[in-house]
């Protein structure tokens, strides 16, 4: 088994729920769609590439993930933007009480990716925007195109002014309770997601490179997303699906959070944790515990029929697991 990162830290017991956040209302100015929410935002990964013949000093890459990176809007109902000095804070804020160690000082020291889990026109595209004016919505991957790998070398989308260079991609994450096939587009994706994540993290650069998975709330697809990447990993199942559904959050009791997790226990060895969350995908939706099981087992099973939960649609995670 690997090691498991020292932020993060298992033992038995139930997930809890972390509310999932309406849009909201900033600075009494009313807006559509939703805008950065730093509770949600958490380090999942941080990997030193191994050395190639060309680059024998690899960066760290880094990956986070949270819900819609949107600005409030200073009207109701105004345009909004991607936030991306919010953004850079809190990732720094995050990397530091992770690791003890400094984030990258500012946004040019790095190359920052966008990878969105939802129909970009979901915010009329006001995302999109932020890194191509020109452009509705990044190329969208089929499963020809990711099957003959025609999709990677057009995934990214960027232009001139978009900020240092920053780019953004489209993966139309929805779960899929079918097992694998090859005409199920959804699983593969899903799969491909994590996969593609792992090798990106691990790919060497002489600059950092920052990759931020996000749906609308940060919750079901992005937890699918995230749980898919430690099994691409190699993490076990159990550990992979808590990995994936936990975030860090800096309050104790921030507004939207309904219960600290009770499976989490920070070294001081209090009984709950009081500096991570629990965030499960659906809210109990079938579809997404089945894409969850059917990832971890290779596409054969249906949550609650496996080694590693009981029948519960959340899942009980036994000591002997770990």
């Given at each position: 088994?690997?090691?498991?990162?020292?932020?993060?830290?298992?033992?038995?017991?139930?997930?809890?729920f972390f509310a999932i956040s309406p849009p909201q209302k900033s600075a009494g100015v009313l807006h559509q769609y939703q805008e950065l929410n730093p509770d949600i935002v958490s380090l999942l990964d941080v990997v030193?590439?191994?050395?190639?013949?060309?680059?024998?000093?690899?960066?760290?890459?880094?990956?986070?993930?949270?819900?819609?990176?949107?600005?409030?809007?200073?009207?109701?109902?105004?345009?909004?933007?991607?936030?991306?000095?919010?953004?850079?804070?809190?990732?720094?804020?995050?990397?530091?009480?992770?690791?003890?160690?400094?984030?990258?000082?500012?946004?040019?020291?790095?190359?920052?990716?966008?990878?969105?889990?939802?129909?970009?026109?979901?915010?009329?595209?006001?995302?999109?925007?932020?890194?191509?004016?020109?452009?509705?919505?990044?190329?969208?991957?089929?499963?020809?195109?990711?099957?003959?790998?025609?999709?990677?070398?057009?995934?990214?989308?960027?232009?001139?002014?978009?900020?240092?260079?920053?780019?953004?991609?489209?993966?139309?994450?929805?779960?899929?309770?079918?097992?694998?096939?090859?005409?199920?587009?959804?699983?593969?994706?899903?799969?491909?997601?994590?996969?593609?994540?792992?090798?990106?993290?691990?790919?060497?650069?002489?600059?950092?490179?920052?990759?931020?998975?996000?749906?609308?709330?940060?919750?079901?697809?992005?937890?699918?997303?995230?749980?898919?990447?430690?099994?691409?990993?190699g993490e076990p199942q159990p550990n992979a699906y808590i990995l994936g559904s936990t975030v860090c959050v800096s309050d104790e009791n921030p507004a939207n959070c309904i219960a600290l997790t009770s499976d989490l226990?920070?070294?001081?060895?209090?009984?709950?944790?009081?500096?991570?969350?629990?965030?499960?995908?659906?809210?109990?939706?079938?579809?997404?515990?089945?894409?969850?099981?059917?990832?971890?087992?290779?596409?054969?099973?249906?949550?609650?029929?496996?080694?590693?939960?009981?029948?519960?649609?959340?899942?009980?995670?036994?000591?002997?697991?770990?």
């Open positions: 088994m690997k090691k498991k990162r020292n932020w993060i830290t298992t033992q038995s017991g139930t997930p809890d030193t590439p191994k050395p190639t013949s060309k680059i024998t000093s690899p960066a760290k890459n880094f990956l986070f993930r949270g819900n819609e990176p949107l600005t409030a809007p200073t009207t109701p109902d105004g345009p909004q933007t991607v936030d991306f000095e919010g953004l850079h804070t809190i990732m720094s804020k995050r990397y530091k009480d992770a690791t003890g160690d400094t984030f990258p000082v500012s946004r040019s020291d790095y190359l920052f990716h966008d990878v969105c889990l939802r129909d970009p026109s979901r915010d009329n595209h006001q995302e999109t925007h932020a890194f191509d004016p020109n452009k509705a919505t990044p190329t969208e991957p089929t499963l020809t195109t990711l099957t003959n790998g025609t999709y990677e070398p057009d995934m990214w989308l960027t232009s001139a002014s978009a900020p240092n260079g920053a780019k953004m991609c489209w993966w139309p994450i929805e779960p899929s309770g079918s097992p694998y096939n090859s005409s199920n587009f959804l699983f593969y994706l899903d799969q491909w997601a994590g996969e593609t994540l792992h090798t990106l993290l691990n790919t060497a650069h002489t600059t950092p490179h920052v990759y931020y998975i996000h749906c609308a709330n940060g919750h079901d697809r992005t937890g699918l997303v995230a749980y898919s990447y430690f099994i691409a990993r226990t920070p070294e001081s060895g209090s009984p709950k944790s009081k500096t991570k969350t629990r965030i499960l995908p659906g809210g109990g939706a079938g579809s997404y515990f089945d894409t969850i099981a059917n990832l971890g087992s290779g596409g054969n099973l249906s949550w609650g029929t496996n080694d590693y939960v009981d029948k519960s649609p959340y899942g009980v995670f036994k000591d002997s697991d770990f």
